[in-house]
Structure formats: structure tokens, C-alpha cells
């Protein structure tokens, strides 16, 4: 984490979602103007006083208004979750002892870990304007997934293991975009340790929600899901998360 406070989200005038997005042909409203205020204004009391009614009224309001609400704002994590897909595609065709596209097997497997997760980012990161989210995501939760392994062995990769990657993924993705879109809420911090603070309970609470949500769509064996229903199954994640934080000031 420790980028939120140098975070430039967009301004109250951009559109709910940017046009690198695929939204599928479905036409996203007008965003109203000083959409992301009651966010910000929330987050910022939040950060400044560590009050959590406060931050689950900035993400009530970030799910909300600010992204558009559950029926608007999970298509802006259009892209990502297609990355996710290509990434959950990539291990689970690598696991299997084959070489997914772009990418050669032999000259991954036996790989220092750190070494061959540069290599996955690099081939499965998208070229638009969530390439920064997405490798920074896809990082983590490639050092998580292979946590404790200082050679690339595919064939140590459990379904529990490539579940938790996909978690920390779209745990990843969406706390990354929040910070994005808080603009300057951070700098309301009195001491870095503040700052430190605020970012550790908007993690948790992004995390804790995300592995409640998706986890349980995952089912039972992996090996029959595909990349384009693990993107699915992402947005649909997302979805079920925007309105969990849609009801939080019911």
C-alpha cells in the first residue's frame, strides 16, 4: 500500500466508466458533476479521526453515487476482470504441465519465483488504463499464491492456492481504484502512521467482503471453469460487493 496520499483520481466530471472499458454495447449514464464529494469528504473525516461510521459512509457513498450504485459501477473493473481471467487461464493451463499462450513452460517452471512472476505480469497485464492496477494486483497476488516457493514448481499448485490468487486479485484491483478515486482524502492524515492506519481498515474491509462474495462462486474443482467464467465470476463478485456497500447507511 503507501501510495494513497500522491493518489489524482479523476475529477467529478469523468464518465462512470472510461472508454478502454468494454461495457458489452450497454451505454453507462451521464455521471453527475462533484460525484466523488461525499466520498471524499467521509473518507477524509475518516482518515483524520479513525471513526469507522465514517468509512462505511464513504464506501456507502463511493458505491453509491460516486461509481453510479451495484448496477453501474462493477462495469469500470471490466478490464481487470478480463486480466483476471487470462491470469487464472494462464496458471491453471501451466499447472497442467501445458503452455498457455505467450508463454513458454519449460522456461518458466525451475524459475527463481520472483523472476517468473515478472515474466507472467509481463505477458498478461493489459496495454490501457488499468495496466498499473493490474500488475501491481497481479503481483501481489502472484507473490501470495507462491508464498514460500523460491523455484516455480506448477505442479505444487492446489485449487485452494489459485482460489486465494483470484481473492487477492479483485482485492487488489478494487482497494487500488478506491485509493485512486479519494483524490487527496489521505492527505488528511495528521501523521504518516495515520495514513498507515486508514489504509490497513479500508484493506481489510475490501478484503473481508471480496473473499465473502466470491469465494463461495468458485464451487467445487477448478479445473472445469475457463477463463471467460472466472471474468464472470469476478463481476459478479463485484456486483454482490457494490451492494453490501450500497446498504451500509439503510
Not at 450504485?69 to 494462464?90: D, E, N, Q, V, Y
Not at 520472483?114 to 494486483?137: F, H, N, P, W
Request: hydrophobic share 40%.
Amino acid at each position: 500500500m503507501g501510495t494513497s496520499t500522491s493518489s489524482k483520481g479523476p475529477g467529478g466530471n469523468s464518465p462512470f466508466v472510461p472508454g478502454w472499458v468494454d461495457t458489452e454495447g450497454q451505454q453507462a449514464p451521464e455521471a453527475p458533476p462533484q460525484r466523488f464529494k461525499d466520498f471524499r469528504t467521509n473518507l477524509g473525516r475518516f482518515v483524520s479521526t479513525g471513526d469507522g461510521d465514517y468509512l462505511r459512509s464513504a464506501i456507502s457513498s463511493y458505491a453509491g453515487g460516486a461509481t453510479g450504485g451495484s448496477a453501474i459501477g462493477p462495469a469500470r473493473f471490466g478490464s481487470m476482470a478480463g486480466a483476471g481471467g487470462a491470469l487464472f487461464g494462464a496458471m491453471a493451463t501451466l499447472r497442467e504441465g501445458q503452455s498457455p499462450p505467450g508463454l513458454d513452460l519449460a522456461a518458466l517452471n525451475g524459475q527463481d519465483t520472483d523472476i517468473a512472476i515478472d515474466m507472467l505480469v509481463q505477458v498478461l497485464a493489459t496495454e490501457d488504463g488499468d495496466s498499473d492496477r493490474v500488475r501491481v494486483a497481479m503481483n501481489e497476488a502472484l507473490s501470495q499464491c507462491l508464498e514460500g516457493y523460491q523455484e516455480f514448481d506448477f505442479a505444487s499448485i492446489t485449487d485452494e492456492m489459485l482460489v486465494q490468487m483470484m481473492l487477492v486479485y479483485v482485492t487488489k484491483c478494487v482497494f487500488g481504484q478506491v485509493v485512486l478515486d479519494s483524490n487527496d482524502a489521505f492527505a488528511k492524515a495528521e501523521s504518516p502512521g495515520q495514513v498507515e492506519q486508514a489504509e490497513k481498515e479500508l484493506y481489510s474491509l475490501v478484503e473481508s467482503v471480496t473473499d465473502k462474495h466470491m469465494r463461495p462462486l468458485f464451487g467445487g474443482s477448478l479445473k472445469a471453469l475457463s477463463s471467460t467464467q472466472i471474468e464472470k465470476i469476478q463481476m459478479a463478485a463485484i456486483r454482490e460487493v457494490w451492494r453490501e456497500w450500497e446498504a451500509y447507511q439503510e
